[in-house]
């Protein structure tokens, strides 16, 4: 029997490592204004909106490490196959892995 997770973005119980559910547009645009809003109350308080370099790297160091990171999606950005984030939101000192493999 395989192993059954629950994926909180896509918010069902899933077979671990299937391609089957793909996180549906809802689910990333939700996840993306998530990660907007924190960044604008990070400006509003006059907080860094960038990550520091460090922990850059250790957000790029974890999603390469992860099974479901896809190197050349997002049109060579990198993207989750498992939650939909592009390489992009890694640079965001507001956001965090949906799927809860690196916090803010």
């Known amino acids: ?3 059954r997770i629950y994926n909180p973005v896509t ?4 077979v671990e490592g299937s391609e089957h559910h793909k996180p ?8 993306l204004l998530d990660a907007a809003v924190n960044t604008v109350k990070r400006v509003a308080n ?3 909106v960038l990550a520091t370099d460090e922990v850059l790297a250790e957000r790029k160091a974890t999603c390469l490490e992860c099974p479901q990171w896809n190197p050349r999606g997002w049109g060579g950005v990198g993207k989750c196959e498992a939650c939909g984030c592009s390489g992009l939101k890694l640079t ?3 956001s965090q892995c949906p799927i809860g493999k690196w916090a803010r």
């Open 1 to 3: 029997m395989k192993n």
């Open 11 to 14: 918010r069902r119980m899933e």
């Open 24 to 31: 549906s547009y809802i689910a990333m645009a939700n996840s």
């Open 46 to 48: 006059g907080e860094k």
């Open 92 to 94: 965001l000192a507001a």
